[in-house]
């Protein structure tokens, strides 16, 4: 089959990937120049250098992503940078670490041995993770995460040092509003799934050169083409000035409504497409720091204590050289800030030298911090999709005839990941390669 893929970020790829393996004639078109997506290089003149548009992490639980790069031919340990889980703070008042100790054994333990929460609290934490096992990782779908941890009596210093971070960094949505079952699932995954499973990985190579840039040359991909119309019929599927068999669309959702409002709809196609339009999003912001010189911190990834009121954004600390594969690289520091509206309300300057001074307060009894020579802040506004609860979120069959659609939106079970989007994609090439309809095609 002739088949188009309609967005090169890492769902449209997944999808490009699996089809292209089932020996279809795949097309990409993206409206960007670079592959990737929401996770992608970009060039920063500030800092006559290469960065990702934010800092990703991925989790060993990320099983479609790890094998997708398998399959690709990479080596998984020069791509991606493996740590055990430890979330430690930068000033020092928090860690908590999985010791090395197997599956379900490991999760008790690193949080009986973590500094900075009482006895209690880590009775109070692991009692709440066993009932969540228990209950097979489900919880009330209406419920939020607030309303859960209030359930499982958490006290305001766990939450703060643990499930606050935790939720921001999973679902870039605040503990008040975001859906408690989304987090239930990443927990299911990572915690309490197997000890690799709870591993952190930190790419090693910008976002792009990670895999999307490694898909086959039977892929023909066409970047900086910004597909207009879509129209579908019993026949095939025309995109702009071409004819195909079939059609996954993996942009964002008002990309994806806007595509498919392309006609007039049916009653069944409007009530799809209802809940594209209802989606909120959130923002992430990232700040890039270039360094005068390497530092030296514990960990390549560390957490920081915010405090908005005094614009102390940062929620999270990467020093690259810890990690990259390119050890030439000019040093550089990512602080990442997720749920991020209320800095994108704030002039950059003043935001940019407050966390300068949050990341110098915070790691006082590191070695100083090295001089900044050069800084990036990068506000992506629609970074994630607002975790609620209870979404209604779009299945990868559509009532259109020969569309499919892909992306970390559509019903993956997942928060906006990485992973999801992965997996959605794998799913979308599936049901279409399933539907085997080319035959009926050249009847017709
Ligand atoms: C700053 C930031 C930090 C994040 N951190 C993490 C993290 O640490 N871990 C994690 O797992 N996830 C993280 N995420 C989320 C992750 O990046 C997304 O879940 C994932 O990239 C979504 O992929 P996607 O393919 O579903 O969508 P997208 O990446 O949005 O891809 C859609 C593509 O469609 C293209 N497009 C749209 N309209 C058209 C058109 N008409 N014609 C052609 N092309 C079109 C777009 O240009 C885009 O490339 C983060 C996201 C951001 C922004």
């Not at 790829?13 to 993206?30: K, M, Q, W």
């Not at 060039?43 to 960065?51: A, G, N, T, W, Y």
């Not at 392309?262 to 360094?291: C, G, M, N, V, W």
């Amino acid at each position: 089959m002739k088949v188009a893929v309609i967005g090169a970020g890492w769902a449209g790829l997944s999808a490009a990937f699996y089809l292209d393996r089932a020996g279809h004639r795949v097309t990409v078109f993206e409206a960007a120049r670079t592959l990737g997506g929401r996770a992608r290089r970009v060039h920063s003149p500030r800092l006559d250098s290469d960065i990702d548009n934010g800092q990703h992490i991925l989790l060993g639980a990320y099983s479609e992503t790890l094998k997708l790069i398998g399959l690709l031919g990479l080596d998984q340990a020069s791509v991606l940078h493996a740590e055990p889980l430890a979330l430690r703070s930068a000033d020092g008042s928090f860690m908590l670490r999985t010791p090395a100790l197997p599956a379900p054994l490991h999760l008790p333990a690193a949080v009986l041995t973590a500094n900075g929460l009482s006895w209690r609290e880590k009775l109070l934490l692991i009692k709440a993770m066993m009932r969540l096992r228990r209950q097979h990782w489900t919880v009330d779908a209406q419920a939020t995460v607030g309303d859960w941890l209030a359930q499982e009596r958490q006290s305001e210093r766990a939450i703060g040092r643990f499930w606050r971070p935790l939720c921001l960094a999973a679902l870039n949505t605040s503990i008040e509003q975001a859906g408690a079952q989304l987090l239930a699932t990443v927990l299911r995954d990572s915690l309490g799934g197997s000890k690799l499973a709870s591993q952190v990985l930190i790419p090693r190579v910008d976002l792009s050169q990670l895999w999307p840039e490694h898909l086959p040359p039977s892929i023909a991909i066409r970047p900086g083409t910004a597909v207009r119309r879509l129209v579908s019929d019993a026949v095939h599927v025309a995109i702009d000035d071409e004819t195909f068999d079939a059609a996954i669309v993996a942009t964002s959702p008002p990309s994806a409504l806007r595509l498919l409002r392309h006609t007039s709809l049916t009653a069944a196609q409007e009530e799809f497409l209802a809940p594209l339009a209802d989606f909120e999003y959130r923002p992430i912001a990232t700040l890039t720091l270039k360094l005068a010189h390497h530092w030296n911190l514990p960990q390549a990834m560390l957490m920081l204590d915010d405090a908005p009121e005094k614009l102390h954004f940062g929620q999270w600390l990467f020093e690259r050289r810890l990690f990259a594969q390119d050890q030439q690289l000019p040093p550089m520091l990512s602080i990442v800030v997720s749920n991020a509206g209320q800095l994108a309300n704030h002039p950059p300057h003043e935001v940019v030298d407050a966390m300068i001074e949050q990341v110098r307060a915070q790691t006082r009894h590191h070695s100083p911090m090295p001089q900044v020579t050069g800084h990036e802040l990068i506000v992506e506004k629609r970074a994630t999709f607002a975790a609620l609860p209870a979404m209604r979120r779009p299945t990868n069959a559509t009532p259109w005839p020969r569309i499919w659609l892909a992306g970390d939106w559509t019903d993956t079970g997942y928060p906006a990941v990485l992973e999801g989007a992965v997996r959605s994609g794998k799913r979308a090439a599936e049901l279409l390669a399933a539907a085997g309809f080319s035959q009926h095609s050249q009847a017709l």
